[in-house]
C-alpha cells in the first residue's frame, strides 16, 4: 500500500474511533440530562452538611468563546466534584456567566463606529501602516489566547486584527451576524449560550438550573448586587474619596486589573518631584522670561539631595514648558505632565497647558538652584541613558550614592569629545566633586565610587554592572544607611527620609507625583496614567479587615505553599480598590446611580448566590424564567433573612416557605469547600472573595471560604496559546476533533502545580486509540472462557494487590486534587498491571472473577475523568443498574506493600535477565566468528537470603545513622563509615584503598535508596520476601518471557551447585536482590 493510502486509512480508522467516543459521549450527556443527575438540592430538614460538597470556579467573561486556557482550570473543578460524587457525596456545581465591566461596552461602541465610519459591511482601508492586535475572548486573567480564524486582506498583510468587524469575524460570527454585535445586550444573548453549551458538551457536571449571567440585565442577580454593596457600605468598607488610581483618559474612569490589555497588577508609583529652579533662561527658553521656570526632577530619594552635582537631560528627549499655577512653568515630558494633570497638580484637569516645545539639546547648559544642594548653581548636563516612559525625563544628579550618576559625570569629566560634541563648557561640570552625604557600614561615605571601582564600570554604557551596583548600594542605603549633612544629621536614612520629603513638599520645593509603576495599556488602547479621582472605595489593607482576612487565609487549605505565599504577598500590599466606574456594563451603586458596580467587585460572594439562583430566576440565566419571586420583592430585609440570618422580613408578600426555602438552601451548600482557578487572579479576584467574604459575615466565620486551588496558564502543544500563530484550539473545536473524554484525558495529563502546564494533543489523539481499544477487549474477554477456580496463584494475588494498590492511591491523588496522579494510578499503571497479569497467567488464563473487578475498578476510578466511557462500561459492558457517577467508590483491602514489592523484583528480574542474555549472546557471538554463535537455553540463579560480611555492617551502621522523622541522615556517617575501611579491610584481608573503593560507592547507594524510600527498611540485611521462592514459584513465567528451556534458582550457600559453576560464576558476589548468574548454552 502506498505511504499516501496507508496514511488515509489510519486517519479513516481513527476519525471512526473518534466518533464511537462522540456518540457514548451523546448517549451518556442524554442519559444524565433525563435523569437530572447534576441537579441537587439541600435535604429537607435537618440535614447532615458532612457529605456535601460544593465547589465552583470563576465565571468566565463574555465577551468570546471558551477557549482550551478556560477548560483547564474548569477542569480541575470538574474532576474534583466528579469525583466526590463518585464517592456517593452530595455535590453541587453551578457556573454563571461575567458580562460586567467594560471589555464588551468598548467593542460594542468600537464596531458601532467602524459601521458609521465605513458602511455594513464596512469597507476598510486596503493598507495600513501600524496594526494594533485587539485582544477579545481574554477572560479573568486567564492565559490570554488569539483565536486562529479567517483573515481579511489587510489582516493577511499584517497578520494582525486591526477592526473589530475582523476580530468578530475570527470569532467564527457570520458576516450577516456582525452588525448586531453594536448592541452590548447582543453580547449578553449570544456568547452565554454557546459557553453553556460548550462547558455541557465536555461532560461538566453542573446544574444548570443556577446559572445566571451578571448585569442588571439579570434584574435578581442586580439585586443581589446591590445588597451586597450596602451592606459593606453599612459596616463601613465603602467610602468615597480622591485617591491616586490607575485611569484611563480615553475611558474617562479608573482602569481596573480587567479593564487592561496590558499591566494587570500594576499600580501607582509615588515620587517626589524635585524643583530646580532656572536662575537664567538661555536660548530658546528666553520665551519664558518674567515666569519662574522649574525643571522637575522625578526622584525616589529626596534624602540625598543634599548631594546634587547636576542634572541630567536626554539630549535627544522631546520635552515641554507647561503652565502651572502662581506664574509657574514646569519643564518635564508630555506623559509626565499629563499625569501630573489628572493629579491636580496643574491648572486644568487632565489637560496640562503646553507654553513652549522643547528638545532635550534646548535644555543643555541651564543654571539651576536645587533645593537643599550645597552648591548654590548647578548645570543640565547631557545623559545618554534616561529612559522616557520613566519619571518625568529630568533627573538629579547624586553622584556620591548613584552608580549611574557617578559613571555619566566620570564620562564627561574625561571624554573632552563627549563635552565637545554636546557643548558642554568645562565650568559646568569640571569643578564639581562627589559630596559625601549618606554613610553606609559596608561602603563607606560615598557608596557610588566604592562600587563602581568594585566592579570596574568603566562608562555609564556599562548597563549590566550598573544595574548590579544600584542593586548592592540602593537599598543597603535606606536600611543601614546614616545622613551626614543637613538638619538630620547623625539619624538613619530610613528615619529622615520622609521628614525630609514633607519638609520639601510644605516649603514649595518639591510636588508629590505618582505614575504607573509600568506601562498600563487599558482595552480601548489608552496609555494609562494615574489620576487623583473621586471615587467610591473599598477600604482593602484597613487594619482589623486585614487581620480578618488573614484569620481566614490561615484556615483555608491552598494546596500548595507558593500560592499561600502569593496570598500573603497580596494581603502585604494591596489597599484600597475603587470599586465604581461610569463606563461599561454591570449594576448601578445603589446610593449612587451615577457608577457602576466595577467587574471585580461585583464578583467576589456570587458563590453565595448559586444556593438560590434556581429559586429566583426560574431555571433561566437572565431571570426571565416563571418565578414565584420577582425583583422589586428582594428587599434588604430579604437578603439579609437568607443570607445573614435575619429576621423574618416583615411586610414581605414573599411566600414564607419560598424564603425558608431559600434560607435552607444557603446554610445547607455553604460554605464552598473549593475554588478553582488560574493562579493569576491570587493578586485581585481571589484575595478580594477573602476580603468580601470576612465583611459579609464578619461574625461567622463558619461561612468563610474553605479553600482555593490555583494553577498556571495552559500552554498548547509545548507553547503559548495564540490566535496571531495559529496554535489555538477553543473548546468546542478540541470536542468536535477528538471527543469530550480525550479532551479531558490531555488537560488531566498537561500538570497539577502552579507552574504553567502543557496540553499535547497527541495525547487526546493516543486517548483516542487507547479508550476505543479498552472498550474492544473488554467487551471480548467479558465473553470469553476464564478461570473460576479459586483465584490463589501468585500472579492472581498480585494483581488482586494491585487493585487495591489503585483504589486507594487513586482516591488520596484525587483528594489532594493530583489529576495527573490518579491518571496515572487509575489507568495507566492499572492497565499495565492487568497487561503483566495477563502474561503472568500464560496458558492457564486469567481468572473471571479477577477481570470482572479489573474492569469495574478501572471505569470507576477513571469516572471523574472519563465519565462518558465509564458510564457505556458500566451500563452497557457490566449491566450495571443506575448511573456510574454515583455508584460510590470501590471497598479495597489494604495493599500487601511486601506482595508488591515481590512482583516487581520478578518484573524487574526479566528485564534484567534478558539485557544480561541479549548481552550475553552478543559477545558469544564476536568470540565465535567461524560457527553459529551459542544461544542461551537456560539460566540458573544463585541468590542470597542476606547480606554478609562488610556489607552487612556496614547496613548496621547506616541503619543506626538513618532519622526516621525527616527521613535523612546524621552529618557524620560518612566520615564514620570511611572510618570503618581499615577495620574491615583487616578483615577482607584487602588493602584499604581497594575497600574503600568498594566500601563508599555501597554507603552512597544504600544512602539514596533509603532517602528516597523515606524508610530504613531498605537497609535491613534480608529482603522482606523469600526470594528464592518468589523465583521458584513463577519458574514457568520466566521461562515463557525469556525463551528458555530451563531456570534454576538456588542459595547462594548451596555448596554442591556452588561448586559446580564457581570456574564460570561468582556466586559469593549474590546479595539479597542481585542474584549471580549462569547461563546455560545449546
Known sequence: MAAGAAEKTNQQTNTARRDLLLQLQKEAQQKW???????????????????????????????????????????????????????GRHVLFPQGFHCTGMPIKACADKLKREIAQFGDPPAFPEEQEEVVEENVGDTNGE?????????????????????????????????????????????????????????????????????????????????????????????????????????????????????????????????????????????????????????????????????????????????????????????????????????????????????????????????LKAPNAIHERIYTLPMLTILTNKGTGVVTSVPSDSPDDYMALCDLKKKEKLREKYGVKDGWVLPFEVIPIVNIPEFGDTSAPTVCAELKIQSQNDTAKLAEAKNRTYLKGFTEGTMLVGEFAGQKVQVAKPLIREAMLANGEAVAYSEPEKPVMSRSGDDCVVALTDQWYLLYGEEEWLAKAKQCLDQMELYSEDARRAFEHTLGWLKQWACSRSYGLGTRLPWDQEFLVESL????????????????????????????????????????????????????????????????????????????????????????????????????????????????????????????????????????????????????????????????????????????????????????????????????????????????STYEAYENLMFREALKTGWFELLLARD?????????????????????????????????????????????????????????????????????????????????????????????KSGPAPKVAGVTLFVAAEFQGWKAHILRLLAGKFVESDASFADNTDQVALGEVARLAEGEGLPAKKMQQQVMPFVKFKK????????????????????????????????????????????????EQRKAVEKECNVQGASPGVPAVHFQTK
Open 33 to 87: 440530562s433525563a435523569e437530572k443527575v447534576f441537579e441537587v438540592d439541600a435535604p429537607q430538614g435537618g440535614a447532615n452538611k458532612e457529605l456535601k460538597w460544593t465547589g465552583n470556579f470563576p465565571y468566565p467573561y463574555m465577551n468570546g468563546l471558551l477557549h482550551l486556557g478556560h477548560a483547564f482550570s474548569l477542569s480541575k473543578l470538574e474532576f474534583a466534584a466528579a469525583f466526590h460524587r463518585v464517592c
Open 143 to 367: 492565559a490570554e489566547a488569539k483565536h486562529k480564524g479567517k483573515k481579511s486582506k489587510l489582516v493577511a498583510k499584517t497578520g494582525k486584527l486591526n477592526y473589530q468587524w475582523q476580530i468578530m469575524r475570527s470569532l467564527g460570527i457570520p458576516e450577516g451576524e456582525i452588525s448586531a454585535f453594536q448592541e452590548a445586550e447582543h453580547w449578553l444573548r449570544y456568547f452565554p449560550p454557546k459557553a453553556l453549551d460548550d462547558i455541557a458538551a465536555l461532560g461538566c457536571g453542573v446544574d444548570w438550573r443556577r446559572s445566571f449571567i451578571t448585569t442588571d440585565v439579570n434584574p435578581y442577580y442586580d439585586s443581589f448586587v446591590c445588597w451586597h454593596m450596602n451592606t459593606l457600605r453599612k459596616k463601613g468598607k465603602i467610602v468615597k474619596d480622591k485617591r491616586y488610581t490607575i485611569y484611563s483618559p480615553l475611558d474617562g474612569q479608573p482602569c481596573a486589573d480587567h479593564d487592561r490589555a496590558t499591566g494587570e497588577g500594576v499600580g501607582p508609583q509615588e515620587y517626589t518631584l524635585i524643583k530646580m529652579k532656572a536662575i537664567e533662561l538661555p536660548g530658546r527658553l528666553q520665551q519664558l522670561e518674567g515666569k519662574d521656570v522649574f525643571f522637575l526632577a522625578a526622584t525616589l530619594r529626596p534624602e540625598t539631595m543634599y548631594g546634587q552635582t547636576n542634572c541630567w537631560i536626554l539630549p535627544d528627549g522631546e520635552y515641554g514648558a507647561y503652565r502651572a499655577f502662581e506664574n509657574e512653568v514646569y519643564v518635564m515630558s508630555s506623559r509626565s505632565a499629563l499625569n501630573l494633570a489628572f493629579q491636580e497638580r496643574l491648572p486644568l484637569y487632565g489637560e496640562p497647558e503646553l507654553l513652549l516645545s522643547l528638545t532635550g539639546h534646548d535644555l543643555l547648559g541651564v543654571p
Open 601 to 808: 467587585s461585583d464578583s467576589t460572594i456570587y458563590m453565595a448566590y448559586y444556593t438560590i439562583a434556581h429559586i429566583l430566576q426560574g431555571g433561566n440565566i437572565y431571570g426571565e424564567g416563571e418565578s414565584l419571586v420577582t425583583p422589586d420583592q428582594l428587599s434588604e430585609e430579604v437578603w439579609d433573612f437568607i443570607f445573614l440570618n435575619g429576621p423574618a422580613p416583615q411586610g414581605s408578600t414573599i411566600d414564607s416557605a419560598i424564603l425558608e426555602k431559600c434560607r435552607q438552601e444557603f446554610r445547607y451548600w455553604y460554605p464552598f469547600d473549593l475554588r478553582v482557578s488560574g493562579k493569576d487572579l491570587i493578586q485581585n479576584h481571589l484575595t478580594f472573595c477573602i476580603y468580601n467574604h470576612v465583611a459579609v459575615w464578619d461574625s461567622n466565620p463558619d461561612m468563610w471560604p474553605r479553600s482555593f486551588r490555583c494553577n498556571g496558564h495552559l500552554q498548547l502543544n509545548s507553547e503559548k496559546m495564540s490566535k496571531s500563530t495559529g496554535n489555538f484550539k477553543t473548546l468546542r473545536e478540541a470536542i468536535e476533533e477528538y471527543s469530550a473524554d480525550a479532551v479531558r484525558i490531555a488537560l488531566a495529563d498537561a500538570g497539577d502545580s502552579m507552574d504553567d502546564a502543557n496540553m499535547v494533543e497527541a495525547t487526546a489523539n493516543a486517548a483516542i486509540l487507547r479508550l476505543t481499544k479498552e472498550l474492544t477487549w473488554a467487551e471480548e474477554v467479558l465473553s470469553a472462557p476464564l478461570r473460576q477456580d479459586d483465584a490463589t496463584t501468585f500472579a492472581d494475588r498480585v494483581f488482586d494487590n494491585e487493585l487495591n494498590y489503585a483504589v486507594r
Open 836 to 928: 503483566t497479569y495477563r502474561l503472568a497467567c500464560g496458558a492457564e488464563g486469567m481468572h473471571r472473577d479477577l477481570i470482572q473487578r479489573f474492569i469495574e475498578v478501572s471505569a470507576i476510578l477513571l469516572a471523574p475523568i472519563t465519565p462518558h466511557t465509564s458510564e457505556h462500561v458500566w451500563q452497557k459492558l457490566l449491566k450495571k443498574e443506575g448511573t456510574i457517577l454515583k455508584v460510590g467508590w470501590p471497598d479495597a483491602a489494604k495493599p500487601d506493600l511486601i506482595l508488591q514489592k515481590a512482583a516487581r523484583y520478578l518484573e524487574d528480574q526479566i528485564v534484567s535477565l534478558r539485557k544480561l542474555i541479549m548481552k550475553y549472546e552478543a559477545s558469544s557471538k564476536k568470540k565465535n
Open 1008 to 1055: 539514596e535508596e533509603a532517602v528516597k524510600a523515606k524508610s530504613s527498611v531498605v537497609l535491613d540485611l534480608r529482603l522482606p520476601f523469600d526470594e528464592r521462592a518468589t523465583l521458584v514459584d513463577n519458574a514457568e513465567y520466566v521461562k515463557r518471557s525469556l525463551n528458555l528451556e530451563t531456570f534454576n534458582v538456588f542459595l547462594s550457600t548451596d555448596e
